[in-house]
């Protein structure tokens, strides 16, 4: 099962509502988690089964979507946000890059 | 919590084979559920998932790299490990250890990742 992410880039300033999306070559239910990472970090779980916030994780980080199309939404860029974020079902989505406007 | 920490050689010759081990705690490798999951980062780019043990001794594999890759557990010590043979450059990356506490749901706990490098 392949993964997409878009958009590959997105620049964004502190406040804005960002939002990424991840389609699945095939359905495959909610079994999708989302991460984040910056450089030379280990990456960190936001988010599982599509929608279920990791414990820790601030609630301006949300998912949804099930079958083939998800969404990573942050509802207020923080200064902390600036990274990239993948999906994951069992391989990856490419990444999406968070840059600064 | 559950602890991971990656170890072995950083530096792997052309055509041999990289070994890697991840030494759990807080967990057993023995305890059900668990999905025992090694994946890389190679320098630039994004995560690439290699395969997991799980069910103490189940495994599953990247296609693209199943017919190099071997994971396997040592209960004894409560650890698993990777071999990936005939490497090239290719192979160069951060190879990270990570466990989920069931299947799908999210790698929640990761090592710090080991960079391997392969060059002669």
């Known amino acids: 099962i392949q993964l997409t992410q878009s958009p590959s880039t997105v620049s964004a300033s502190v406040g804005d509502r960002v939002t990424i999306t991840c389609r699945a070559s095939?359905?495959?239910?909610?079994?999708l988690a989302w991460y984040q990472q910056k450089p030379g970090k280990v990456p960190k779980l936001l988010i599982f089964?599509?929608?279920s916030l990791e414990s820790g994780v601030p609630s301006r980080f949300s998912g949804s979507g099930s079958g083939t199309d998800f969404t990573l939404t942050i509802s207020s860029l923080q200064p902390d946000d600036f990274a990239t974020y993948y999906c994951?079902?069992?391989?990856f989505g490419q990444g999406t890059k968070v840059d600064m406007k | 919590q559950v602890q991971l920490q990656e170890s072995g050689p950083r530096l792997v010759k052309p055509s041999q084979t990289l070994s890697l081990t991840c030494t759990v705690s807080?967990?057993?490798?023995?305890?059900?559920?668990?999905?025992w999951t090694w994946l890389r980062q190679r320098p630039g780019e994004g995560l690439e998932w290699i395969g997991c043990i799980f069910n103490s001794g189940t495994t599953d594999y990247n296609p693209s790299l199943k017919s190099r890759v071997t994971i396997s557990p040592d209960t004894s010590n409560n650890r698993f490990s990777l071999e990936l043979k005939f490497v090239t450059a290719a192979d160069t990356a951060v190879y990270y250890c990570?466990?989920?506490?069931?299947?799908?749901?999210?790698?929640?706990?990761w090592g710090q990742g080991r960079l391997v490098t392969v060059s002669s």
């Open positions: 994951q079902h069992q391989s």
């Open positions: 990570a466990s989920e506490s069931g299947a799908y749901l999210g790698l929640d706990s």
């Open positions: 807080g967990a057993s490798i023995r305890a059900g559920g668990f999905y």
């Open positions: 095939q359905s495959i239910s909610d079994l």
């Open positions: 089964k599509a929608s």
